[in-house]
């Protein structure tokens, strides 16, 4: 069994790991991302259009924005789901010869693994389902 000062420690470490990933979630799929305003006469407003850009905030459709949920929320369970495995690996280590141990670490790894590939086909159908009615609602 693992002591409560390792066990303390690695909560500190997933609890940290995870305020950080959950802010570097929030900034990549936030929905103004993407937009800049580009000043007026400087020549970057005719730039920034043929690239692709918008110029202000828009607003979002229903499919947009129902996208960026399921990306948010996809992306938290990668985030779990990695923090699982550096969790499982942790106990592996300290498991110091404990069959017990390791063999909960062991579960505890498959797991993560199982969850992250039902996560990666999630995100893939949802992309697809997305992408295809996007493509309809566009025609």
Same mark, same amino acid.
């Given at each position: 069994m693992i002591n409560n000062k390792y066990k303390n420690l690695i909560i500190a470490v997933l609890l940290i790991f995870s305020l950080f990933s959950f802010n570097f979630v929030l900034a990549?799929? $936030?929905?103004? +991302? &993407?937009t800049y305003?580009? $000043?007026?006469? +400087? &020549?970057l407003s005719t730039t920034g259009t043929a690239a692709g850009?918008?110029?202000?905030?828009?607003?979002l459709s229903p499919i947009t924005a129902?996208?960026?949920?399921?990306?948010?929320?996809?992306?938290?369970?990668?985030?779990?789901?990695?923090?699982?495995m550096i969790y499982g690996?942790?106990?592996w280590m300290l498991a110091q010869g404990n069959e017990?141990?390791?063999d909960k670490a062991k579960k505890v790894i498959t797991a993560s693994i199982t969850g992250l590939l039902i996560?990666?086909?999630?995100?893939a159908?949802?992309?697809?389902?997305?992408a295809h009615f996007t493509a309809q609602v566009l025609k």
């Open positions: 990549q799929s $936030s929905p103004q +991302s &993407g305003n580009f $000043s007026k006469g +400087s &020549g850009y918008s110029q202000g905030l828009q607003k129902i996208s960026e949920v399921i990306k948010i929320i996809l992306s938290i369970l990668g985030i779990l789901f990695l923090g699982l690996g942790i106990v017990q141990e390791a996560v990666i086909v999630a995100y159908l949802s992309y697809f389902i997305v």
